[in-house]
């Protein structure tokens, strides 16, 4: 996504005054100045504008604000909002000053200067600093121009004087004024709650280049990662991050993402770059803290917890030794300074905003894990406390920080709940925090065992899968409560473990075949015209070039299994030609696909199907009913993420924040729409063993639009996925020549035609 860039500047030709040099004139020395004119327009065409370029940054001036309506409000926008102003300031205009006034009152960082030789500087710009040009040969200069932006856009510099003279003034976030368009808002809301990943994907793909594009983002981003679509997620907030390195909720989200995926270096490494940011929220200050404190947690377990859980296997195979060894790495738990750095780093972060209940609880349960292990082994914590440390005394003021922790945690959660008890709400994270938090201190299983049956109404699974491993973590250390010995903690996990669901397996790897192709529509009456023109399409034969595509495409599927293995299912819109070809190729191969269509079922036929006759009606008929009788047989709902029978839109209408993408139909986004949706479910279906492949039937010699099959191959591959062309030019040669021969003898039925067209 690139940055934009609002370009304040005289407009047309001016004149502008030279400081002049004292003269000799009539026996008197005088200052004669020179006027000069310049072209500012020819300085935006041949500085400006291919700079910008060099650096794929979107430029406007307000001269794109005038034509847009009305002038202040769209400039007061862009100066607040734009990622890089440039202001020429060659000349005193009014309008150039008031603007950078503005940018300089509300925005500290990313103003650039700049100016050709003329008038003097301003008393109040003195000390700035300007790029000069010359005006008579501005092109020059681009290549500087470029660098001193990119050095400018790379740095942490203060360039406003406001702010450099009023250091603790904040400068304003650009995000506080810019709005996402509500339709787009609600787009995201269905997409989560029927879990649709694709759909997120696509509402990401299609914010690019808007000015609201990065909050759009956002808004997708945090659907993804609360949904745990963590591929899409992963992509959506690296591409915030690319832009804003230093984007606080972004490298937040980012470093919670590594750690998922087991990158802890990316992770500490999105935190260091916001951890030393003057951040005024401290609720955002106490949760950069718990989230260091969790990657410390991540560290101290991937120094023992393999070897432990290795040999507790043993354990329970009976391998001689194995019990040595399980004291052995729980004894090393403890020794190890992770353990304690990431307590304290936890707690840290609870005293900061003790509503920040996670923060605490996490501190609490280390706590307990500690002392727990410095009881079972008196030894090791005598030899950490040998620094003058009485060892007994470390141990009793950690029993009272536990205590102390338990009454302020206590509190805060009971407090928590009355205000959702107030709001008439319900918070997931907070069902299964209270549970968690029960597990630790409470002395009736059956109440604990009841506080995470009803967390399981509301949490996710992957939050299910991160409470197994929370509370495996007390059984493996064999973890029991310090301070209280009617708690039985061990009891207390497994009476929860027991009311878990289990994870789902993963569903196995292999490779999902997304397909588009041409369509089949009737042939004009005059068919012979079409053929002449050099950018027309290609025309098949109902007959005879109709079993030749599917013929290919038989051919690309049996080469897909033989090089690649066992095809999982494959994807295609229902159009007439060779998408419903490729359903029944399928099906003769009992490779089970599944539908995108773009419109509801009957709309879809009148658009996409219809014209090419009854026969591709029925055929379209018969593929759709197979699938929804297969969707009701394995349950599907829809609210489900892989319904067989998939549809993009109710109408043929783009939404309103679309609309000005005049080029981009329903049908060329149901195309992105479904590549996106194969993306998805490769990470559902694991992403390391699972290949994407895009099946394209057609002709590569024809001139593709934007949007069509040739941007969506350009995506595809951006993506890493696997494009295979099935080359139809050959095939229109051909049938051309026949054609011409039946036309100069023998009578042809021109109603039985197809043409081929892009897909829907």
């Not at 360039?159 to 995201?188: G, H, Q, W």
């Not at 997304?514 to 089949?520: I, K, P, S, W």
């Not at 992403?687 to 949007?707: F, H, I, S, Y």
Request: hydrophobic share 40%.
């Amino acid at each position: 996504m690139p940055l934009n860039a609002f370009i304040i500047r005289p407009f047309g030709i001016k004149d502008v005054l030279l400081p002049g040099k004292e003269e000799l004139v009539e026996g008197g020395r005088v200052r004669v100045s020179k006027l000069m004119k310049v072209d500012f327009e020819a300085v935006h065409k041949k500085l400006i504008a291919p700079a910008m370029g060099r650096l794929h940054i979107e430029a406007n001036t307000t001269e794109a604000v005038v034509e847009a309506g009305n002038i202040r409000e769209d400039m007061f926008h862009l100066l607040m909002t734009a990622d890089l102003v440039i202001a020429d300031v060659t000349i005193h205009n009014p309008n150039v000053f008031y603007e950078l006034g503005i940018r300089h009152a509300f925005r500290d960082k990313f103003t650039f200067l700049i100016r050709s030789e003329g008038n003097d500087d301003p008393f109040d710009l003195k000390t700035d600093r300007y790029f000069y040009y010359s005006h008579q040969r501005p092109e020059d200069s681009i290549e500087k121009l470029s660098k001193a932006i990119r050095a400018t856009l790379a740095s942490e510099r203060t360039d406003s004087p406001v702010f450099r003279l009023l250091p603790r003034m904040r400068a304003e976030d650009r995000s506080r004024f810019i709005s996402v368009p509500r339709d787009f808002l609600e787009d995201v809301e269905r997409a989560k709650k029927y879990r649709r990943g694709g759909d997120l994907r696509l509402l990401a793909h299609e914010s690019e280049g808007f000015l609201w594009g990065v909050e759009a983002l956002r808004e997708v981003g945090r659907a993804q990662f609360e949904l745990n679509f963590i591929g899409g997620a992963r992509t959506t907030w690296e591409e915030i991050a690319q832009r804003y390195p230093h984007d606080v909720e972004a490298n937040m989200m980012l470093s919670t993402i590594y750690q998922r995926v087991s990158d802890g270096t990316r992770s500490e490494q999105a935190l260091a770059r916001i951890s030393k940011l003057n951040i005024p929220d401290v609720n955002v200050v106490a949760e950069i803290q718990a989230l260091i404190g969790r990657n410390l947690k991540a560290k101290w377990g991937e120094s023992w917890y393999p070897q432990l859980h290795a040999a507790l296997e043993n354990e329970a195979n009976g391998v001689p030794g194995s019990g040595e060894k399980v004291k052995e790495f729980r004894e090393r738990a403890l020794r190890s300074p992770l353990l304690r750095k990431a307590r304290e780093t936890y707690a840290e972060a609870f005293r900061g905003n003790l509503n920040y209940t996670y923060a605490g609880l996490s501190a609490l349960s280390l706590l307990v894990m500690e002392v727990s292990l410095a009881k079972e082994f008196p030894g090791a914590w005598a030899v950490m406390a040998a620094r003058g440390e009485d060892p007994a005394a470390t141990l009793k003021s950690l029993c009272d920080e536990i205590v102390s922790l338990t009454r302020a945690l206590d509190y805060a959660i009971a407090a928590e709940r009355k205000r959702l008890i107030a709001q008439n709400r319900v918070d997931f994270w907070f069902e299964t925090m209270e549970a968690a938090f029960l597990c630790l201190t409470a002395d009736n299983k059956e109440k604990v065992a009841q506080s995470y049956l009803e967390a399981m109404l509301w949490a996710p699974r992957y939050a299910e899968a991160s409470m197994r491993r929370a509370l495996a973590l007390y059984v493996d250390l064999n973890t029991k409560h310090p301070d209280h010995p009617t708690i039985d903690l061990q009891a207390n996990v497994r009476a929860a473990l027991d009311v878990i669901r289990r994870e789902e397996p993963k569903k196995k790897s292999g490779n999902i075949l997304m397909f588009v192709g041409l369509r089949m529509e009737e042939a004009e009456a005059d068919a012979h015209d079409n053929h002449d023109k050099s950018d027309g399409p290609i025309r098949f034969l109902q007959h005879s070039l109709a079993a030749t595509a599917k013929r290919e495409i038989r051919n690309a599927i049996d080469r897909e299994q033989t090089n690649h293995g066992e095809i999982l299912f494959g994807m295609a819109a229902a159009a007439n030609g060779s998408d419903l070809l490729f359903h029944e190729v399928c099906d003769e191969m009992a490779i089970k696909t599944r539908l995108y269509l773009a419109l509801p079922k009957d709309q879809y036929i009148g658009e996409y199907v219809a014209s090419a006759g009854v026969e591709w009606v029925e055929r379209f008929n018969k593929i759709y009913r197979a699938r929804r009788v297969e969707a009701r047989k394995v349950g599907l709902v829809e609210a489900d993420s892989e319904m067989i029978v998939n549809v993009l839109s109710d109408t043929m209408e783009m939404p309103r924040w679309l609309q000005s993408m005049s080029s981009y139909t329903v049908g060329k986004r149901n195309a992105v729409w479904m590549l996106q949706h194969a993306m998805v479910q490769r990470y559902l279906h694991d992403a390391e063993g699972t290949n994407v492949t895009l099946m394209v039937l057609w002709d590569r010699n024809k001139v593709e639009a934007k949007g069509s099959m040739a941007d969506l191959v350009d995506l595809g591959q951006k993506h890493g996925i696997k494009v295979v062309h099935i080359d139809c030019s050959e095939w229109g040669k051909t049938h051309t020549q026949t054609e011409e021969a039946e036309s100069n003898g023998a009578d042809h039925d021109y109603a039985s035609a197809l043409e081929l067209t892009h897909m829907p």
